[in-house]
């Protein structure tokens, strides 16, 4: 009768076991965060907070441009529930509350990605927003890029786990431009 070179059940476990002995050895100590864990645990929740504000600021314009043109509801609210996923997975929410993926009543004022105020949401809910739906298209394209170019800008120095995030979200950033002006 031939021998069967695969390991059998017992050898399995018992390997098994002594690797998870091993983990709960090395795992047991607790030790306190050193100075520059803490400075990039800091540094880490600074730019996770950056980018859910840049992000919330992202659905408070799309969420004007709805509101003075719901004829492009089919096209914008696929893009802007990407949107609201990566505000979360930023940590952040939609104006404070809770996030969901469609708009819910009149955004508050915020930052837009640029830096600079959003208008002022009481005014009219398109307050801001052009008028002619291609226009106001390329407005919000212009918002989704300074979004997106904010979050490359911010890879450099960022965590490799944040780093990937902020990247990936940039690049849906890039791909919602090219829907916004070229593709349908």
């Known amino acids: 009768m031939p021998i069967d070179p695969r390991p059998r059940r017992r050898s399995l476990l018992a390997a098994g076991a002594a690797g998870a002995a091993a983990l709960l ?15 990039l645990a800091s540094a880490d929740e ?17 969420d004007r441009t709805l509101a ?5 509801a089919g096209r914008l609210e696929p893009l802007r ?3 609201a ?4 997975a930023f940590g952040g929410t939609e104006s404070g509350g809770p996030a969901s993926p469609k708009p819910s009543g009149t955004p508050k004022a915020s930052a837009s990605p640029g830096g600079s105020p959003a208008p002022d949401a009481s005014r009219g809910a398109g307050a ?7 226009r106001a298209l390329a407005v919000l394209a212009n918002a989704e890029r300074a979004a997106a170019d904010a979050l490359t ?3 450099d120095g960022a965590p490799p786990e944040l780093a990937r995030l902020l990247a990936s979200v940039a690049a849906a950033g890039a791909v919602h431009v090219y ?3 070229d593709g349908e």
């Open 25 to 39: 050895l090395t795992g047991c100590s607790q030790e306190e965060p050193t100075a520059a864990e803490r400075r």
């Open 46 to 62: 600074r730019l996770r907070r950056a980018a859910a504000r840049g992000g919330t600021a992202l659905l408070a314009r799309y």
């Open 68 to 72: 003075a043109h719901p004829d492009l």
């Open 81 to 83: 529930a990407d949107v």
């Open 85 to 88: 996923r990566h505000v979360r």
């Open 128 to 134: 801001g927003v052009p008028a002619d739906p291609e």
């Open 153 to 155: 800008r911010a890879l």
């Open 179 to 181: 829907l916004l002006t």
